[in-house]
């Protein structure tokens, strides 16, 4: 496992992008929009912030919608999906128990890796550092249950070397690779999450060794939280006139 994670490190430090579709698309601005709500709603600090940052993310969603290459088939059902997913987020945001904000805006990031396929880039680290964050929410849900999801202890730990193997790979990119894809990344921030989900990741795995899984709930939702604070770090910050 480790000697194919190198060899994922020595890919990506060596391909460039390149685009099958016509028209570029700035979609690192519109996956930061996306977070930026995601971020606004976890914190749920005030509802009006999180209206404005839905006016954001709509007003990406639309600029992708006008300047999508409309000859390029791949494309068509990410940006039609992209579309009817932001107004699903719209009727949700109304609601008074609207849980399903951040399961929402992981749709539509998964949407717009799509799109990212469609112009032929063959890596992104935002979506590598996704994967990581939904193979710790796999881990989350056994170590929360009981009966651990009824899951063997050996696959319980086939979910922790996913997890393991797509976090070593996101740890290959560098920030200055990653700033090629999201020119705005907060990169104080993302130093920050780094260092702590790089010490929760060590901690969760001590906590394993005593096959207690109480034990491995705290490290482990403590793991969760600051995967999603370094996600956060991508979050879109638009220009002021």
Known sequence: MKVMNILFCLFISSIAISYSCKKELNLGAFEGSVISLWESHTNAIDQRMTSLKYVELKNQARLL??????????ASAPIRNIVALTEVIHNEL???????????CLDLLHESFSL?????????????????YESNLEIAHVVNDQMMD????????DLVEVFISS?????CYTISRIELYYPAID????????GKVADCTDL??????????????????DLR?????????YRFVPDII
């Open 167 to 171: 976090w070593d790979k996101y740890q």
């Open 116 to 132: 990212r396929q469609c112009y032929d880039e063959i890596d992104n680290p935002l979506a590598q550092l996704i994967q990581a």
């Open 204 to 221: 969760f795995l001590d906590s394993m060794q005593s096959g207690n899984r109480t034990e491995m709930i705290s490290p482990c939702d």
């Open 65 to 74: 919608q006008l300047y999508a290459d409309h000859d390029c088939q791949c």
């Open 225 to 233: 939280s600051n995967l999603e604070q370094l996600i956060f770090s």
């Open 187 to 194: 990169i104080q921030s993302h130093h920050e999450y780094m």
């Open 94 to 104: 109304s609601q008074i128990d609207n849980c399903l904000i951040g399961e929402l």
């Open 150 to 157: 009824l899951k063997y202890w050996f696959e319980f730990m």
